[in-house]
């Protein structure tokens, strides 16, 4: 299965050997080389996600989740599993693992004054 990148799509599932979207033909490999194989929705059921996820044999990151507790609640899973997770909106610094990146930067650094 293989998720359309289209947020406004009404068919998002897709079989894994389409190249575009069956519904509004957009295109599901993004730089020819990834594919959406879950969407991450703010909820709280990031750990069910998160699990399900890293059955992927060939997963090597995942880019999400986009709170700061819903990535907390999967962090360990991912860890355990050798996942990068590298999430562009969850700034708490209680985010601490080797295979834990952001792309914002953290509260902490945040509210430091700079001069
Ligand atoms: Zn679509």
Redesign the pocket.
Known sequence: MTY???PD????E?PDNCAV??????PLILQNRYRIKHPLQINKYSCKVAQKLVKYPDLLAVLGHYSSEATKQALSIYTKAGVVLVSATSTSDNLKSPFFFRTVPSDRMASHKRY
């Not at 799509?9 to 998002?12: D, G, L, P, T, Y």
């Not at 979207?21 to 957009?26: A, F, I, L, R, S």
């Open positions: 359309c990148i289209n799509c009404s068919q998002r897709n979207c069956e519904n509004c033909t957009t």
